[in-house]
């Protein structure tokens, strides 16, 4: 395994809404690649399932609502050093412009924008990355591709984008890299959820816009395995799309 670019032994990474989905396979997977991790969600029972599923030994887990200034400062400071970073945490929810309100702006770009760019400004002040570390951004197709109802949604994850490449530019000098991946639909819970909501037929339907099927988040987990290690030394400020195809398709 330490003849090969890929692994990620005696590296310390930081992930983001571990609790469940595409964060939890991450943190599966990035264990099973040789990771230490520390792993952060909302959710209490979920993301001590997380922990318990990762492979290997001195794991550490926290608990922090990413909305929270306060527990934002104190996550921070509980870091150790840091060799990667992968920013998960987000949410989705679709809204017709017409029935956009102030509120609703704010409850997508405090979770989806504002707390991530805070959580990354504390990390760089408080000089929690090493040399030659990997940050990775998990975005959304919808970035260039925004669906109907997507506007808040697609919006941050634009604006993510441009803030990786921004944190790309700021820290090159130091050998740190910043990356997206744009993944479309993949199937996790909130897959399950929208089956229920909008019908399966209709998913079904879409689906078959994917020349190579629906994904699952261990296509996205592969991703963010390859961003963090060594393999990817020479790649930053770019986002990789994880999409099945879908894109060829355009609109």
């Known amino acids: 395994?330490?003849?090969?670019?890929?692994?990620?032994?005696?590296?310390?990474?930081?992930?983001?809404?571990?609790?469940?989905?595409?964060?939890?396979?991450?943190?599966l997977s990035t264990a099973e690649m040789g990771g230490k991790l520390i792993i952060t969600g909302r959710d209490k029972n979920k993301l001590e399932e997380t922990l318990k599923l990762l492979k290997g030994g001195g794991h550490?887990?926290?608990?922090?609502?990413?909305?929270?200034?306060?527990?934002?400062?104190?996550?921070?400071?509980?870091?150790?050093?840091?060799?990667?970073?992968?920013?998960?945490?987000?949410?989705?929810?679709?809204?017709?412009?017409k029935y956009l309100t102030s509120q609703k702006i704010q409850e997508t770009f405090n979770v989806n924008y504002n707390a991530v760019v805070l959580l990354m400004a504390g990390i760089t002040r408080q000089k929690k990355l090493i040399k030659g570390a990997s940050i990775v951004f998990t975005s959304s197709i919808s970035s260039s591709?925004?669906?109907?109802?997507?506007?808040?949604?697609?919006?941050?994850?634009?604006a993510i984008e441009?803030?990786?490449?921004?944190?790309?530019?700021?820290?090159?000098?130091?050998k740190i890299r910043s990356n997206c991946i744009t993944p479309s639909m993949v199937k996790t819970n909130l897959y399950e959820d929208l089956e229920k909501t909008v019908t399966k037929e209709s998913m079904d339907t879409h689906i078959k816009?994917?020349?190579?099927?629906?994904?699952?988040?261990?296509?996205?987990?592969?991703?963010?395995?390859?961003?963090?290690?060594?393999?990817s030394r020479w790649i930053t400020g770019t986002s990789i799309i994880v999409d099945g195809g879908f894109s060829l398709n355009g609109y």
Not at 1 to 27: E, Y
Not at 66 to 94: C, F, H, T, Y
Not at 145 to 158: I, N
């Open 1 to 27: 395994m330490n003849n090969t670019p890929f692994h990620l032994h005696n590296k310390t990474i930081f992930i983001t809404g571990a609790s469940s989905g595409i964060g939890r396979q991450i943190a």
């Open 209 to 231: 816009q994917y020349p190579l099927g629906v994904g699952f988040p261990e296509d996205v987990a592969n991703c963010a395995v390859f961003l963090l290690s060594d393999a």
């Open 162 to 174: 441009n803030f990786s490449k921004v944190l790309a530019l700021e820290q090159f000098q130091q």
């Open 145 to 158: 591709f925004p669906p109907k109802g997507g506007a808040m949604y697609s919006g941050s994850k634009a």
């Open 60 to 97: 550490i887990a926290f608990i922090a609502d990413l909305n929270n200034l306060e527990q934002i400062d104190d996550l921070i400071k509980k870091l150790p050093k840091l060799d990667g970073v992968v920013m998960n945490a987000g949410i989705s929810e679709a809204y017709p412009i």
